[in-house]
């Protein structure tokens, strides 16, 4: 199957639109990676609506893609996703 990043880019931005309706954090993400990072919510949709998105092939899963760019002090970020469906994605975990 070929991935059309400007369609997962729409729809990524779509869902962040959402906020937390749509937009779920892993534990791993939540209670290591963001206070490690001093990353909250905001910065991740920030990024989630700003960012390039780069497919992230994954033996296990098609759907999981990086999504790059700042948070809202300018400070690179990187946040890992799975989309799960139409209207919902997982942030897996995020990184500088």
Known sequence: MIIDVHEIESQIRR?????S??????RHCREERMPERNVDFQDILHVLNWGKVVHD???NT???FKVI???LEGVNLCVV???LDEN???VKTVHG
């Open 15 to 19: 869902i962040a639109k959402a906020g």
């Open 21 to 26: 309706r749509g937009v779920a954090l892993s």
């Open 81 to 83: 996703i799975i989309i």
């Open 88 to 90: 919902s994605l997982l």
């Open 62 to 64: 098609d759907n999981k």
């Open 69 to 71: 760019g700042e948070d």
């Open 57 to 59: 092939p994954d033996p």
